[in-house]
C-alpha cells in the first residue's frame, strides 16, 4: 500500500487545525461534532476526542478540522492526531457507525420554520449561501448552515472551525450579513445561532 500523506493548514481559528486526507472524506454535507457524546456516532470523530485534547471534530468534503482545547499546543497534539487520520483512512474504516450518519443529519433538522411567503426570498438566501458563503468557509476549515429566516433576520450556525474562532463575527456582520444584504433586500441583519 502507497504511503499516505494528510496535509495541514492552519485556519483563522487558532484553536483548529485542518487535515487533508488527499481523499473525499464525506461525499456529501458536513457533520459537526462538539462533544464526545455526539461523537460516538463516528468511530473516527470518537477516537480523535478520546485524546482527551480534543472539543470539536468536524468532517467536510475532503477535510477534518479538529479543535483542540484550551491551552493545549498543536505541536504535542498534532502527532496524535494525525497517527488517528492515518490508521482511520489507510484501513478505510467506515466514517459512520451503521445507521448513525441518517440519524445524525436528521437530529441537525431542527431550525426556525420559515413562512411560505418568504419561499422565494429564502431560495435567494439559500443559494448565495451554498454558492459564495459555503466554499470560502470550507478553504477555512468549517461550514456555515441556514438555519431560519423570519422578519429580516437570516439564522446561521457557524461549524468547524469557524465556531468560536475570535474572526467569525467579523466574518458574520462584515462579509455574510453585508452580501446577503446585497443580493437580498429583504434581508436586514443576521445572526449565528
Not at 58 to 83: I, M, N, Q
Not at 147 to 152: A, E, I, M
Request: proline residues 8%; aromatic residues 8%; charged residues 20%.
Amino acid at each position: 500500500m502507497p504511503a499516505m500523506l494528510i496535509e495541514t493548514e492552519p485556519t483563522p481559528n487558532p484553536a483548529t487545525l485542518k487535515f487533508l486526507p488527499g481523499q473525499t472524506v464525506m461525499a456529501a454535507g458536513t457533520r459537526d461534532f462538539a462533544d464526545p457524546e455526539e461523537a460516538e456516532a463516528s468511530p473516527l470523530a470518537n477516537a480523535l476526542f478520546g485524546l482527551g485534547d480534543v472539543t470539536g471534530v468536524f468532517f467536510g468534503y475532503d477535510f477534518v478540522s479538529v479543535t483542540a482545547a484550551p491551552g493545549v499546543e498543536w505541536r504535542d497534539l498534532k502527532p496524535d492526531v494525525l497517527a488517528i487520520l492515518m490508521d482511520h483512512f489507510t484501513a478505510q474504516m467506515p466514517l459512520f457507525m451503521p445507521g448513525a450518519a441518517d440519524f445524525a443529519v436528521a437530529a441537525d433538522e431542527a431550525a426556525i420554520a420559515d413562512d411560505p411567503a418568504d419561499a422565494d426570498i429564502v431560495a435567494q438566501i439559500r443559494e448565495l449561501i451554498d454558492t459564495r458563503v459555503r466554499p470560502a468557509v470550507a478553504n477555512d476549515g468549517g461550514d456555515i448552515v441556514y438555519r431560519g429566516f423570519d422578519k429580516g433576520k437570516v439564522y446561521l450556525r457557524m461549524q468547524g472551525a469557524c465556531s468560536g474562532c475570535p474572526s467569525s463575527t467579523a466574518t458574520l456582520k462584515n462579509g455574510i450579513e453585508q452580501l446577503l444584504k446585497y443580493y437580498v433586500p429583504e434581508v436586514t441583519e443576521v445572526r449565528a445561532v
